[in-house]
């Protein structure tokens, strides 16, 4: 097989974080056709780092089949960065979470290619963080604003992926739904913090949780759950300073949870066409929504007892 070989590549964390792993079932598809030698992709590389075709190049080694590689010639990471975004924005199983997180990125990236730019040009005196905002716009069909929240966001997975990487894998897998803004909050927590929340997620099998949960769980750890049996320096708060019971917390929490849900009903009403919908997915919608209806319809009769 003419070019072909089972060549030693590296990998960079920076440049593999931004690649959406695939499903399962298309993984176990990919290894077949390996295994087949129906797959002639090339491993496309950049100083010997992969930078496209990180599963395949895992298979081919783990098998050891011979395969091809592409080098490109990049002049920066910041480059490859920007090239390894637009190329993963491009995939149709791209999860949601992954599309804000790969914008927020190629913009960081165009952002310094444009500062270096303006700057060997005796032109730093231009805003590059305005130009690259706006290329980034007009390449991902976003506003100029959206682009900017987008930076926030992936930086704020960052912070978290630094203390918690299980947490922001299954966020980005699209097993787990938090918002931009909960996400953006939960950054500024400590990693005690995170690793508590984390495994309260996991203990409850939870799937989409609020800040106001999150918070309420929190509050929890620290003051009600039993210290660790371990000894522990850390003086263990009286009485005294446990939080006074609040009967109105869950109806006040529930009460600003709401809103948020009709946002997200009303942006289906608006963006949706349920005409072009599958039937699994109508049907899927209007099971919980007749769940909605019935334990909201239970809350209105207990508020009518009263």
């Known amino acids: 097989m003419r070019n072909y070989s089972i060549y030693t590549l590296k990998t960079k964390p920076e440049f593999t974080n931004l690649y959406q792993y695939l499903s399962g079932k298309d993984y176990k598809q990919l290894e077949q056709q390996i295994l087949c030698h129906s797959y002639h992709t090339p491993i496309c590389t950049w100083n010997g780092i992969v930078i496209n075709g990180l599963e395949a190049y895992e298979l081919f080694r783990k098998h050891s089949i011979p395969f091809r590689i592409k080098r490109l010639h990049f002049s920066s990471k910041e480059d490859v960065i920007s090239w390894i975004c637009t190329d993963q924005l491009k995939r149709e199983d791209l999860t949601n979470t992954n599309k804000k997180y790969l914008i927020g990125k ?16 005796n032109k730093s005196h231009i805003s590059g963080a305005s130009i690259a905002a706006k290329k980034v716009s007009e390449e991902c069909n976003v506003a100029m604003a959206t682009v900017h929240k987008y930076s926030a966001y992936s930086h704020a ?3 978290i992926d630094e203390k918690v990487p299980d947490l922001v894998k299954r966020v980005r897998s699209g097993q787990l739904w938090i918002s931009q803004a909960n996400i953006i909050e939960l950054s500024g927590l400590s990693k005690e913090q995170l690793l508590s929340l984390n495994n309260y997620i996991l203990a409850e099998k939870i799937e989409h949780l609020s800040y106001h949960d999150m918070k309420r769980e929190l509050l929890w750890n620290n003051y009600a759950k039993p210290m660790s049996e371990k000894k522990s320096s850390v003086p263990i708060p009286s009485i005294h300073n446990l939080p006074q019971f609040d009967p109105d917390a869950e109806i006040a929490s529930l009460t600003l949870t709401i809103p948020s849900w009709n946002s997200s009903i009303e942006r289906v009403l608006k963006v949706s066409d349920f005409k072009i919908a599958s039937d699994t997915a109508k049907n899927k919608l209007k099971y919980q929504l007749m769940c909605l209806i019935s334990t909201t319809n239970n809350i209105l009769k207990k508020l009518e007892e009263i």
């Not at 190629?106 to 040009?121: C, V």
């Open 157 to 159: 997975l960052d912070i």
């Open 106 to 121: 190629k913009y960081d990236a165009e952002k310094i290619l444009t500062a270096r730019q303006l700057s060997s040009t």
